[in-house]
């Protein structure tokens, strides 16, 4: 059987860079946004066009970003629209667009829906105004409230909500109230991040100077451990380290990155694996649209995965996993790569633990995820 396959469409433009963001982006301008919804099509049409992916069904496609919805509402409806016209979508084809709360209406959204998007992503990370103000991050929590009561009115059952922890000036006490304001917005879905400080950053500037504090490692671990008591207490499942779910609503575009499935990626920057070649997009626009308009693939890299790889990345991801990855992968990873010493002391730790022969982080496992990467990896 001919494996799921993703389609992420990667939209460069905010309206502004935030503080502490590192992405490749531009600030929206509407003539270049225009221009860049033309290549983003003749992509879409050149990867339809090639014999593997002819008549290969999308069971998830994800408008991300940057900010997908500064583009015009009916700017990302072509998008869709030429999207259906290429390629078939399964008859539950995931339809996910991440937003910026401030940068949608009722109507925005109601005309998303009616088009058959399914799932809304609100880029909320806080929802206390003065951590947003402290980040560098536009918007308030009145646009996040305003938003998610749009979306249902909209017509959208299936919505997310991204968080971010570590936040200057943020106190264990108030990202425990902004978790709380964000159950009782009831989102099907809530990603918690924890803030890391990126090079090149307007926030890396002022950690620098002392004019911000720099996230405290300790802290962010006890807000993590607070995250993984209050939605579960609520009823939202841990389903991937920083992902939580209501029965039924997790992320299938992203399950398709952290399991090994099939995406494509376009868009300036976008990645994608097939099979077992990963490759990746120029991350500059106007380079992008260039090889377009010449009707060329705008790759910048292109990787051959060996096996060895392959399963090195299948660890990677599975043990951030509830499912957890089959207990014989992970050992033959650590015996690949000599860390059958380490995997045994992790385990008497009780950071990594075997359920019904799958491995996967424990509780408190998976507040250390990042320390455990880098001994086994
Ligand atoms: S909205 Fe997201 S992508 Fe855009 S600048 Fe802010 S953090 Fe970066």
């Known amino acids: 059987m001919t494996p799921a396959l993703g389609l992420y469409l990667h939209i460069p433009f905010c309206r502004q860079r935030c503080d502490y963001c590192a992405f490749y982006l531009e600030v929206h301008r509407e003539p270049a946004a225009e221009a860049f919804c033309r290549a983003l099509e003749t992509e879409i049409a050149l990867y339809a066009a090639e014999p593997c992916f002819t008549g290969r069904q999308l069971a998830s496609l994800y408008f991300g970003g940057g ?9 990302l409806v072509g998008l869709l629209d030429a999207v259906q016209r290429l390629f078939p979508l399964s008859p539950a084809c995931e339809i996910t667009v991440e937003a910026h709360p401030a940068t949608v209406t009722t109507r925005d959204l109601a005309a998303l829906r009616d ?8 880029g909320a990370e806080s929802l206390a105004d003065d951590e947003l103000a402290n980040l560098g991050r536009p918007g308030t929590q009145a646009e996040t409230i305003a938003a998610v009561m749009s979306a249902r009115s909209g017509g959208f059952t299936d919505f997310n909500l991204d968080l971010m922890y570590g936040l200057p000036g943020q106190t264990l006490e108030s990202w425990e109230r902004t978790l709380h304001r964000c159950i009782h917005l009831g989102p099907t879905h809530v990603s918690c ?19 911000k504090q720099e996230p405290d490692e300790s802290l962010q671990i006890e807000m993590d451990r607070s995250a993984q008591d209050i939605l579960g207490r609520a009823g939202y499942e841990q389903y991937e380290i920083s992902n939580y779910a209501r029965p039924g609503f997790q992320c299938r575009h992203n399950l398709l990155y952290w399991t090994q499935g099939e995406y494509l990626g376009v868009g300036p920057s976008a990645q994608s694996l097939v099979g077992n070649v990963r490759f990746g997009n120029v991350a500059n626009l106007t380079r992008y649209k260039a ?10 890299e292109r ?7 392959q399963l090195r990345d299948a660890v990677i991801f599975g043990l951030r996993l509830r499912q957890g990855v089959p207990t014989s992968q992970l050992r033959a990873h650590v015996e690949n790569y000599g860390h059958v010493e380490t995997w045994r002391e992790l385990s ?5 633990e075997d359920v019904c022969g ?14 455990i990467a880098e001994r086994l990896f």
């Open 193 to 211: 991040y924890a803030l890391t400080v990126e090079e090149g950053t307007r926030l890396a500037h002022e950690v620098r100077r002392a004019q």
């Open 358 to 371: 799958r491995s996967r982080l424990s509780a408190r496992g998976r507040l250390f995820a990042d320390t």
């Open 348 to 352: 008497a730790d009780q950071l990594i």
């Open 303 to 309: 990787t051959l995965l060996t096996p060895q790889e």
């Open 291 to 300: 090889s377009l308009t010449e009707s060329r693939f705008p790759l910048q």
């Open 67 to 75: 900010t997908p919805t500064v583009l015009k509402t009916d700017q």
């Open 115 to 122: 088009r058959g998007v399914t799932r809304i992503s609100f």
